[in-house]
């Protein structure tokens, strides 16, 4: 039956014997929508939606599951909305009949955040629209990708200030989380571009906030997990967008000059672009980079020797010189493939920002670890945040004035291999646990770390907890939305 036409064709037989039919096609889910099925035990006094509501056996099976490839939920149905409407029914209706509710764009959550066991997953890409309202903003449906809004702000000669570099991520998906790029040791977080959010909360309500309307609705969504409300509309500022890009790396053998040059380029901003890696040789040596870039406007280049002066570094790379629009968008074919391979493997990724402070002693601590490891990676992402351009309370960072993203990535196993999956659990956990112990703080979003409620209200902090607890009974108090990430109780099990 792979052959589309014999698909399509045993595809209306089943349909036929269960009173559906054929209404469609998703390709980007890549299912044939049934429409007319008798709805399951559960699903009683359906609202008139403008979108469709999907509850045959593929389309729930292929939203039952993550990037993550372990933990599997499977809903009672997928709704594709029509319309923001039918995302206001939808949720009214779960709370209504006990449901719950989870948005996913791309499905790029590790640990079941976006998955919902016997509740209803709202598919976020059927809205996407994108459209530039001024020369400082640009309005945007959750489920755009990064990409599409990155082409519509091209158009008017703008772009967004920070966003991960991956660009098919969904824009909801990525603001529910925080998201973070090599600009923003100069912009902040992803999230603290957006002006305004249009958000379903969790009593089926549409409101429209901003820091100067519903201010805590606003401030509890951003990096909110989905805790209080869904994202269906975001603005975000937008800033103006150079021509040219000029990347380069300088390297370094030595740990203690290779940080020691990155807290003083996040101080003094020197450079538009700002990353770096360390990386373990054949021999077992390590060595370190830091990616540096700078922007200009074509045929403006700016005195790039000028730019190296103070540094400690002992050699440099080639400079590459590239579009502004190849530099956004680099991720794209590598993106597709890491999914294609990792489809079939079990994941250990960990992602954690560490305090300046303790940056030299834990990133040697995590070259021994890794050097030890038989899961990988041989070498990791090593980044500075100037801590000051990070605003928003639920994007959890370490205290100070500088932090270092610290990414393993990738680490893996096949899938059905469980006691090495077992044991790179295990040691991921520890790794987590010695980094979170030295004041570290882990971004769930790319993490295989599960956290308990009491493990959340840690991660969170007092403050922050004790104003999400707060917002969550108020915007959500049957708690009807994202079951996933198990912050007020531990979801049901997968």
Not at 125 to 133: H, K, S
Not at 363 to 370: D, Q, R
Request: contains cysteine.
């Amino acid at each position: 039956m792979g052959h589309p036409l014999s698909r399509r064709l045993f595809l209306h037989r089943a349909a036929a014997a269960s009173g559906a039919v054929i209404v469609g096609f998703d390709p980007q889910a890549r299912l044939w929508i049934l429409q007319g099925q008798a709805p399951p035990q559960g699903l009683e006094d359906l609202p008139a939606l403008d979108g469709t509501l999907a509850y045959d056996e593929a389309s729930r099976q292929a939203f039952s599951k993550d990037h993550g490839n372990d933990i599997r939920r499977q809903p009672l149905a997928v709704l594709r909305p029509g319309s923001v409407q039918d995302m206001v029914s939808m949720v009214k209706y779960a709370n209504r009949h006990h449901l719950q509710v989870v948005m996913r764009g791309q499905g790029h959550s590790r640990t079941g955040e976006t998955l919902v066991e016997a509740g209803i997953v709202i598919d976020s890409r059927t809205l996407r629209a994108v459209e530039i309202g001024n020369a400082q903003s640009v309005d945007a449906g959750p489920g755009a990708f990064l990409g599409e809004v990155y082409e519509a702000a091209f158009a008017k000669k703008l772009t967004l200030p920070a966003m991960p570099i991956c660009t098919e991520l969904s824009l909801g998906g990525v603001l529910s989380v925080g998201g973070w790029g090599g600009t923003s040791h100069r912009f902040g977080a992803a999230v603290d571009s957006v002006q305004e959010l249009e958000v379903v909360t969790g009593e089926g309500s549409l409101v429209t906030c901003s820091p100067n309307k519903q201010g805590e609705l606003f401030e509890m969504v951003l990096a909110g997990m989905g805790q209080c409300a869904i994202i269906v509309r975001a603005r975000l500022g937008l800033v103006p967008a150079p021509s040219r890009v000029v990347l380069w790396d300088l390297l370094y053998d030595d740990l203690g000059e290779y940080i020691s040059d990155q807290e003083h380029l996040v101080a003094d901003g020197r450079f538009d672009h700002l990353s770096g890696r360390a990386t373990r040789g054949e021999d077992g040596d390590w060595s370190f980079r830091i990616q540096v870039g700078t922007f200009h406007a074509t045929g403006k280049e700016p005195d790039l020797a000028a730019l190296e002066e103070g540094l400690g570094f002992r050699s440099r790379s080639e400079r590459k010189r590239l579009s502004y629009r190849d530099y956004v968008a680099p991720e794209t074919d590598r993106a597709a493939t890491w999914a294609a391979a990792r489809a079939k493997r079990h994941l250990g990724d960990l992602v954690m920002f560490v305090p300046g402070s303790v940056a030299r002693d834990l990133s040697a601590e995590i070259m021994v670890a890794l050097s030890k490891s038989a899961f990988g990676p041989t070498g990791f992402s090593f980044s500075p945040l100037n801590l000051a351009r990070f605003h928003h309370p639920l994007f959890k960072l370490p205290t100070g004035e500088v932090a270092f993203s610290l990414w393993l990535f990738p680490r893996t196993v096949p899938a059905g291999e469980a006691s090495d999956y077992a044991a790179m659990t295990a040691e991921t956990r520890g790794l987590f646990e010695r980094m979170s112990s030295m004041g570290g703080k882990c971004y769930i979003a790319h993490s295989s770390i599960r956290l308990s409620p009491t493990g959340w209200e840690d991660h969170f902090g007092p403050e922050a907890w004790r104003r999400l607890v707060d917002a969550k009974r108020r915007f959500d108090p049957n708690q009807v939305l994202t079951p996933g990430p198990g912050i007020f109780a531990p979801p049901s099990p997968g």
